[in-house]
């Protein structure tokens, strides 16, 4: 069993910046691709950013690409997202992910365990 528990959402004007936490209980962190996903209010959850299973490249999804930088530090167990020139539209409850097995990245049915979430709000 893995517990993920988010940090550091908030409250940020438009072009502002906020890194976000994930830290993972257990001791094979390091085996597991790691994912952000985000919904905001009426909206499906959708895929932020993510490892690829071998963890050499990192999935965007285009609202983001060039914005967001998903980051992990094994031996603190934790994985961030860095995000920068926030919009309103990036107001959403984020969610950090693991995925156990290859799979395809983007599938939300690939990833066994989610955090709680956390609150970004972006104004204008």
């Known amino acids: 069993q893995v517990q993920l528990v988010e940090s550091g959402g908030g409250l940020v004007q438009a072009g502002g910046s906020l890194r976000l936490s994930c830290a993972a209980s257990?001791?094979?962190?390091?085996?597991?691709?790691m994912g952000w996903f985000r919904q905001a209010p009426g909206k499906e959850r959708e895929l932020v950013a993510a490892?690829?299973?071998?963890?050499?490249?990192?999935y965007y999804a285009d609202s983001v690409q060039g914005r967001f930088t998903l980051s992990r530090d094994n031996a603190k167990n934790t994985v961030y997202l860095q995000m920068n020139s926030l919009k309103p539209e990036d107001t959403a409850v984020y969610y950090c992910?693991?995925?156990?097995?290859?799979?395809?990245?983007?599938?939300?049915?690939?990833?066994?365990?989610w955090g709680q979430g956390t609150q970004v709000t972006v104004s204008s």
């Open positions: 490892n690829s299973w071998s963890g050499i490249s990192t």
């Open positions: 992910a693991a995925r156990i097995n290859p799979g395809k990245v983007t599938d939300q049915n690939e990833y066994r365990y």
């Open positions: 257990g001791r094979t962190f390091r085996s597991y691709a």
